[in-house]
């Protein structure tokens, strides 16, 4: 049987967009069909423009710190539409990017939305179907929110990158990852913001004590962070929003975000109907090889709620082209992800936290934390974590967690050694580059706690 094409990959994020390119590179006939903007969660209303806004957010504090070393300078008012301008226009440019890989590469798009027909068709939403020998489904999600009263008052993070001004006051309800960045973000750019989480610390799932460091450094920072505290009920005031919490309390905020969790985007694309199996969330349900339950067609990325991360969605992407199209079946490795949650302070993390470390085996814990030089001399009290979770039997390095500004960029080159099996020596052996602040991963000489 001939197909139109050799891979139909439905929509354009990090992980279609990357199995695209690289299939086409192998001389495989491609066609990507997206419905909304090139470049998906991640670029367009993810993590790209949250980035920006973190890096916008922390400048006005820095001023002060200028002030510290002797900077005469004075802060001045934010200019939320001059920055919402240029971070578009930066938006825009990148997606131009992603289009025009797509097109040098030699794939076929159709800005469509697309859903399967059958196990090799695909039909578009203009009625043309279009055949192919596999089909990619990596068409990511999108941000839930609980059924409350007046919840259609509240806005997603999908919305906060085209708020038309800036908020005097607003309610960030959630947790997680992007909760606990944009009430630092909210916060940094003048923001009076409040954070409810409904549990008893936010970041749940990670290292209990670099959690707490990070929501006790966001309070100290201004975030009327309530723990313990959920939205019951939210109503019209005027321009703004009147929320009733689970205490009774009723407070008046200018917005009010839900970051409440996201589904994977599996409605209305016939998945079901053709044999393909879904999870209790609607994700898909993949091999580990992320083929689906019909042979043909394959999924990658956060549609597949596996690990919600954009490199994870385009290593995905690459084994799927490995298995599939050269002839080497290669599973992605979930194995030891390192990540960064880009909350103020930063939060760099990779392997098990000590938490989880004790219920596998008998550890060490090898922890410190201090006033980094360059904050202190600007009189600042804030102190940043680092810590090592140490296997007693292998000495292996088995988590590693890092609360300090740039926690992010130092977690990657951690993350090597962790993902290399390193042992607490191997750290221990390695000169410390001073003054850093990394440098106190290698030089932690006796464990804080055992057992
Ligand atoms: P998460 O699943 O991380 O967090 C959802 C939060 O909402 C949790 O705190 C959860 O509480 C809370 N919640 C869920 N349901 C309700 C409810 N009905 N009422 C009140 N609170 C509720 O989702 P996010 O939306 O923050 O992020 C989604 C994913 O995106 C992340 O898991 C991550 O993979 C990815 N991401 C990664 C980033 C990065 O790498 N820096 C940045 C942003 C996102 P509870 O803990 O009690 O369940």
Not at 54 to 82: H, L
Not at 188 to 199: A, C, E, L, P
Request: charged share 25%; with cysteine; glycine share 10%.
């Amino acid at each position: 049987m001939s197909f139109d094409y050799d891979l139909f990959v439905i929509g354009g994020g990090s992980g279609g967009v990357r199995a695209a390119r690289v299939a086409a590179a192998e001389g495989v006939k491609v066609a990507l069909a997206e419905e909304d903007r090139y470049g998906g969660t991640c670029v367009i209303r993810g993590c790209v423009p949250k980035k920006l806004m973190v890096f916008a957010s922390e400048y006005g504090g820095m001023v002060e710190d200028a002030q510290a070393y002797g900077w005469d300078i004075q802060p001045g008012a934010f200019d939320w539409k001059a920055f919402q301008g240029k971070m578009h226009a930066e938006l825009d440019r990148l997606e131009g990017i992603y289009r025009s890989l797509l097109k040098n590469s030699g794939v076929e798009t159709f800005d469509h939305r697309a859903s399967v027909k059958d196990a090799h068709t695909v039909l578009l939403a203009d009625g043309t179907e279009k055949t192919a020998k596999h089909i990619l489904i990596a068409v990511g999600g999108r941000p839930t929110k609980p059924e409350i009263e007046g919840i259609e008052l509240a806005i997603t993070s999908n919305d906060i990158f085209h708020l038309e001004t800036l908020p005097e006051s607003i309610l960030i309800v959630g947790g997680g990852y992007i909760a606990s960045e944009f009430a630092g973000i909210m916060n940094g750019m003048g923001v009076k913001t409040t954070q409810f989480y409904r549990g008893a610390q936010i970041l749940r799932g990670f290292d209990d004590e670099s959690r707490t460091h990070v929501a006790n450094e966001m309070i100290a920072n201004g975030v009327d962070l309530r723990l313990n505290t959920n939205a019951v009920k939210l109503e019209k005031d005027g321009d703004k929003v009147r929320v009733t919490d689970t205490d009774g309390k009723v407070q008046t905020f200018d917005q009010v975000m839900f970051a409440t969790g996201r589904a994977p985007n599996t409605d209305s694309l016939g998945l079901e109907d053709v044999g393909v199996e879904l999870g209790r969330k609607g994700e898909i349900v993949v091999t580990d090889y992320s083929q689906t339950a019909v042979p043909s067609i394959y999924a990658v990325g956060d549609v597949t709620d596996r690990a919600n991360l954009t490199p994870v969605a385009i290593r995905e992407g690459m084994a799927f082209v490995e298995t599939v199209f050269k002839g080497n079946p290669t599973k992605p490795d979930h194995e030891l992800i390192p990540t960064a949650i880009f909350t103020q302070p930063e939060m760099g993390t990779v392997g098990l936290s000590e938490e989880d470390a004790r219920e596998q085996e008998a550890i060490e814990v090898y922890a410190t934390s201090f006033k980094p030089m360059q904050q202190s001399f600007a009189g600042r009290s804030e102190k940043v974590l680092m810590k090592l979770i140490v296997s007693q039997a292998t000495r292996k390095v088995l988590g590693c967690h890092i609360v300090a500004p740039g926690a992010g960029e130092m977690i990657q080159l951690a993350g090597i050694a962790v993902k290399m099996g390193a042992t607490k020596e191997d750290f221990d052996r390695t000169v410390a580059v001073h003054p850093t602040m990394s440098e106190e991963l290698v030089t932690m000489k006796s464990p804080t706690r055992t057992g």
